[in-house]
């Protein structure tokens, strides 16, 4: 049965919902390293062996939300808070392209404090004075932000839905809305960006159905690029003390997710480097992965981005994250992009 299944994605066929829940419930080492060599082969053909990198800007920690499974949530009153001054933010992207990156992704918690003003602004100069597409990770915001922001020069929004089951959904997310997340999904495409969202593997609650739904809804979305990550409990939150989410269990979501969607940007997340720090990273990107995000916020600040705990490379200055990154790249005998790796989807540049 498993290996018909996987000829079926060997020859690049439709899988169903069951497909995947049969495909998701792969234990055997042999099929598990046939169902990684299939969605590899797929990921060069649709992709190609480039690796594109995405300089990660954490410029604020502050967020309104409660979401129960963040280390940023606003009710965690044990973490420190900071947020970079705007021209504070414009010099360290200044350094991400010194370095070499083509894309820079802003990040932070949902944080009212920025004017709409001063977002436009910043990605007006960013804009002006660096080559980079610029991509934004700032939640949920009322449409007309999203309008002008990309009027601005905004190329990318990522925007997680972390679980397709709106009933998970809404444990997890007490102060959001199933539904209102994916309207903005679809007000995103409509608007012209390239959107980015994804999903959180072993969520406290989650099933084997759910995730085979989560890919199912990667393509439903037309998802441009799609981050899959494990769950990492964060002790100061509600979730504290349930397990983590499994690595072996990521990497499968990540190989049919590159099965599925053949052409998207399928991110090697850094939480996979928290459960395996020598090469989670690198499996990943032998499982499907052809995007490496790694972080060029201030290092006095990493430590405060707790998303989770023991987040890697907290210590390392951006030129160190630079080359350590380029030697990973190399050491699996792939390249470097050289562009900013739009998406596939995508028929024209972003600004530049």
Same mark, same amino acid.
């Given at each position: 049965?498993?290996?018909?299944?996987?000829?079926?994605?060997?020859?690049?066929? $439709?899988? +169903?919902?069951? @497909? *995947?829940?049969?495909? &998701?419930?792969?234990?055997?080492?042999?099929?598990?390293?046939? #169902?990684?060599?299939?969605?590899?082969?797929?990921?060069?053909?649709?992709?190609?062996?480039?690796?594109?990198?995405?300089?990660?800007?954490?410029?604020?920690?502050?967020?309104?939300?409660?979401?129960?499974?963040?280390?940023?949530?606003?009710?965690?009153?044990?973490?420190?808070?900071?947020?970079?001054?705007?021209?504070?933010?414009?010099?360290?992207?200044?350094?991400?392209?010194?370095?070499?990156?083509?894309?820079?992704?802003?990040?932070?918690?949902?944080?009212?404090?920025?004017?709409?003003?001063?977002?436009?602004?910043?990605?007006?100069?960013?804009?002006?004075?660096?080559?980079?597409?610029?991509?934004?990770?700032?939640?949920?915001?009322?449409?007309?932000?999203?309008?002008?922001?990309?009027?601005?020069?905004?190329?990318?929004?990522?925007?997680?839905? $972390?679980? +397709?089951?709106? @009933? *998970?959904?809404?444990? &997890?997310?007490?102060?959001?809305?199933?539904?209102?997340?994916? #309207?903005?999904?679809?007000?995103?495409?409509?608007?012209?960006?390239?959107?980015?969202?994804?999903?959180?593997?072993?969520?406290?609650?989650?099933?084997?159905?759910?995730?085979?739904?989560?890919?199912?809804?990667?393509?439903?979305?037309?998802?441009?690029?799609?981050?899959?990550?494990?769950?990492?409990?964060?002790?100061?939150?509600?979730?504290?003390?349930?397990?983590?989410?499994?690595?072996?269990?990521?990497?499968?979501?990540?190989?049919?997710?590159?099965?599925?969607?053949?052409?998207?940007?399928?991110?090697?997340?850094?939480?996979?480097?928290?459960?395996?720090?020598?090469?989670?990273?690198?499996?990943?990107?032998?499982?499907?992965?052809?995007?490496?995000?790694?972080?060029?916020?201030?290092?006095?600040?990493?430590?405060?981005?707790?998303?989770?705990?023991?987040?890697?490379?907290?210590?390392?200055?951006?030129?160190?994250?630079?080359?350590?990154?380029?030697?990973?790249?190399?050491?699996?005998?792939?390249?470097?992009?050289?562009?900013?790796?739009?998406?596939?989807?995508?028929?024209?540049?972003?600004?530049?």
């Amino acid at each position: 049965m498993i290996n018909e299944l996987l000829a079926k994605a060997e020859q690049k066929l $439709e899988l +169903s919902r069951e @497909d *995947l829940i049969s495909l &998701l419930s792969i234990e055997d080492p042999v099929q598990l390293q046939r #169902l990684f060599a299939i969605a590899d082969s797929i990921r060069q053909e649709y992709v190609g062996d480039e690796i594109h990198l995405r300089g990660l800007v954490e410029f604020s920690n502050y967020c309104r939300k409660n979401c129960f499974y963040c280390g940023l949530r606003q009710s965690n009153r044990l973490l420190s808070r900071y947020r970079m001054e705007l021209d504070e933010i414009l010099d360290t992207v200044e350094l991400a392209q010194a370095l070499g990156y083509k894309t820079v992704v802003l990040q932070s918690g949902e944080d009212t404090f920025y004017s709409l003003d001063q977002l436009i602004g910043l990605v007006r100069q960013i804009k002006k004075r660096n080559k980079l597409a610029v991509t934004l990770s700032i939640g949920e915001l009322p449409r007309h932000y999203y309008e002008q922001l990309f009027a601005a020069g905004a190329d990318r929004y990522l925007l997680r839905f $972390e679980t +397709s089951n709106p @009933d *998970l959904y809404a444990r &997890l997310h007490p102060d959001s809305r199933f539904g209102h997340r994916m #309207l903005i999904l679809r007000w995103l495409k409509e608007i012209g960006y390239e959107v980015g969202s994804g999903s959180m593997i072993g969520l406290p609650g989650q099933s084997i159905e759910d995730i085979a739904n989560d890919i199912l809804a990667f393509k439903t979305l037309d998802i441009d690029m799609i981050g899959v990550g494990p769950y990492i409990s964060h002790p100061d939150t509600p979730l504290g003390g349930e397990p983590d989410g499994n690595l072996a269990m990521t990497l499968k979501v990540i190989a049919l997710t590159r099965i599925v969607t053949k052409d998207t940007n399928i991110p090697a997340t850094t939480a996979l480097a928290t459960l395996k720090p020598d090469d989670g990273r690198e499996m990943a990107l032998e499982s499907g992965a052809n995007i490496l995000m790694p972080n060029t916020t201030p290092v006095k600040y990493r430590p405060m981005y707790a998303l989770y705990p023991d987040k890697v490379c907290i210590g390392e200055a951006s030129n160190q994250c630079w080359h350590c990154t380029q030697h990973r790249i190399a050491s699996i005998g792939r390249r470097l992009g050289l562009g900013a790796g739009m998406s596939p989807h995508k028929s024209i540049s972003p600004s530049m």
